[in-house]
C-alpha cells in the first residue's frame, strides 16, 4: 500500500513523521494516518510527498498502482491540445487555491509543479518532432 511506502522510504531517508508532516505542511497525526493506510491523500500531497522523500513516486506505487496510473497517463495524452492547456491551467487554478493559505512556504512545491509541466511539454515537442520528422526550429 502507498503509505506503508511512504513509511519504508521516509525511514529509509531517516526522516521523523515530524520532519515530514511540518515541511509537507500537513499534521503529524494526518501523516500517521496516511502511512498506516488509514487516511487517503490527493494527487498533490503524494507528489509533494515524494519530492521531500526525494524519491522518484513511481518508487512508491506497487505494480498494480502503476498500473492504475497509466490509464490516466494516456487520457491526457489522448486529450486535444487545446483540452490538455485546459486542463493544465484548471490544475493550476486549483493548486494556488489550496496552497494560498501557506504562503511563500511552498514555493518549491510550485517551482517543482512548473518543472514537471515544462517537461511534460518538451517530451510532447520531441514526440511531435519524431512523428513528423521535422528539426524544432532554434530560439533566435
Known amino acids: 500500500m502507498i503509505g506503508e511506502r511512504i ?3 521516509r525511514n529509509a531517508r531517516q526522516l521523523s513523521l515530524t520532519d515530514v508532516a511540518v515541511e509537507a505542511g500537513v499534521s503529524v497525526a494526518t ?3 496516511i502511512e498506516n493506510n488509514k487516511q487517503g491523500l490527493d494527487i498533490d500531497l503524494f507528489m509533494l510527498l515524494a519530492r521531500i522523500l ?3 513516486p513511481n ?3 506497487d505494480d498494480s498502482q502503476r498500473g492504475a496510473a497509466e490509464p490516466i497517463a ?3 495524452n489522448a486529450l486535444r491540445s487545446t483540452e490538455r492547456i485546459r486542463f493544465w491551467k484548471e490544475l ?3 493548486s494556488r487555491e489550496r496552497r494560498d493559505g501557506r504562503g511563500s512556504a511552498d514555493f518549491g512545491g510550485h517551482v517543482d ?3 514537471a509541466q515544462i517537461d511534460y511539454i518538451r517530451d510532447e515537442l520531441l514526440s511531435m ?3 513528423f520528422h521535422r528539426p524544432v526550429p532554434k530560439r533566435a
Open 7 to 9: 513509511r519504508q522510504v
Open 59 to 61: 518508487d512508491i506505487l
Open 129 to 131: 518532432r519524431k512523428r
Open 54 to 56: 526525494k524519491t522518484d
Open 113 to 115: 509543479e512548473l518543472l
Open 74 to 76: 494516456q487520457k491526457l
Open 31 to 33: 501523516l500517521s494516518r
Open 92 to 94: 493550476s487554478a486549483a
